[in-house]
């Protein structure tokens, strides 16, 4: 039986846990707000799916800071940080890494050496993702899930935490390749970074056109990262709010019963329990984020968009009356009820 003493103890070593939490993520927001100006946003998604331990995907024009973004993030976060940049004609083993024979000079003998490649890092910038087809884009795949690569048969355990924080263009431009579903479900969020505001883009023009280099530092580490995300699951949430999440994924799928009729005539193929998962684990971000220690409905919904959009497969019916995702997910948020969070 536990004591008083060794309760309290917890609690205190718990509660300095989460002090350092808030500064950490001030801190954070405070060395990138010197490099990037507005998408608060998108900012937040990004560290909700970090301290949630998920991979973003960042969805925006060219030259909405996509790429100086992560970057900037990478380094205030004190990780090994890799940047490929995806291209038509990259190859798996590019992203992997390969075998290579090597002689030794002494015996003459060959041996297969394992060349680790740029995925063997802790936040990975997979610059434009969607520049490369489908076959080299799935070389993601298994270390998205599993955190490994196989390579000739053997598997390799990626460094710990790892993130893939990849930007595409939209696809409708020119040289661009939709990304696969698999690859898709595995993504947390799927930011869309819009153009700013003319306040805003007077401020970069002031800050890049002058002759001020902003610097950042590092305020976290990877162990101190780590610790976040156990405390990010530690959060509670009420079972009504979370049968309310299986209620909203499940209506995105039109074979569903109680699916809305516009889902059963606009949408394909709608979301998995992955995607479930992933709201209440980013809700839980959110909740820890702004000081609260418990789930509420807004931190549900505010998630929802970004963890749905592109999970969601929309059909011709849709496209033709230029309904989107986004439209979709209003209505069903609107339609189903709101739950009691007692």
């Not at 004190?78 to 940049?85: C, E, P, S, V």
């Not at 060349?115 to 910038?125: A, M």
């Amino acid at each position: 039986m536990a004591t008083t003493t060794g309760l309290d103890h917890d609690a205190t070593l718990l509660q300095q846990r989460i002090e350092r939490f808030h500064s950490v993520r001030e801190n954070i927001v405070k060395q990138v707000r010197e490099v990037i100006v507005g998408q608060d946003e998108v900012l937040d998604q990004i560290l909700i799916a970090l301290f949630a331990g998920g991979h973003c995907l960042l969805t925006g024009m060219p030259g909405t800071a996509k790429t100086l973004m992560v970057r900037t993030i990478a380094e205030t976060l004190g990780l090994q940080f890799r940047r490929i940049q995806f291209t038509p004609d990259l190859m798996p083993s590019d992203i992997t890494g390969t075998d290579i024979i090597e002689e030794d000079l002494t015996t003459g003998h060959r041996k297969w050496t394992f060349v680790e490649g740029p995925i063997f890092g802790n936040i990975l910038l997979a610059d434009e993702i969607n520049r490369t087809p489908p076959k080299t884009q799935s070389a993601l795949l298994e270390a998205m899930q599993e955190r490994s690569c196989t390579v000739r048969g053997h598997i390799y355990q990626l460094p710990a935490p790892f993130f893939v924080l990849a930007t595409q263009n939209p696809i409708e431009l020119e040289g661009t390749y939709p990304l696969p579903e698999a690859q898709l479900d595995r993504f947390l969020f799927n930011a869309i970074l819009d153009y700013l505001s003319a306040d805003d883009e007077l401020k970069v023009i002031e800050q890049t056109t002058a002759t001020r280099v902003a610097k950042v530092d590092t305020v976290t580490s990877a162990e101190e990262l780590l610790d976040f995300q156990q405390l990010v699951r530690m959060v509670p949430i009420a079972e009504t709010l979370a049968r309310y999440v299986v209620n909203l994924v499940r209506a995105t799928r039109h074979k569903n019963d109680n699916a809305p009729d516009f889902v059963k005539k606009y949408v394909n193929y709608g979301a998995s329990v992955r995607a479930a998962q992933f709201i209440v684990l980013a809700a839980k971000a959110r909740a820890l984020s702004r000081r609260r220690y418990h789930v509420t409905y807004e931190d549900l919904t505010s998630v929802a968009a970004p963890v749905l959009r592109h999970r969601i497969l929309l059909n011709f019916h849709a496209e033709s009356e230029r309904i989107d995702t986004d439209e979709i997910l209003r209505r069903l948020v609107a339609q189903i009820p709101r739950p009691k969070e007692s």
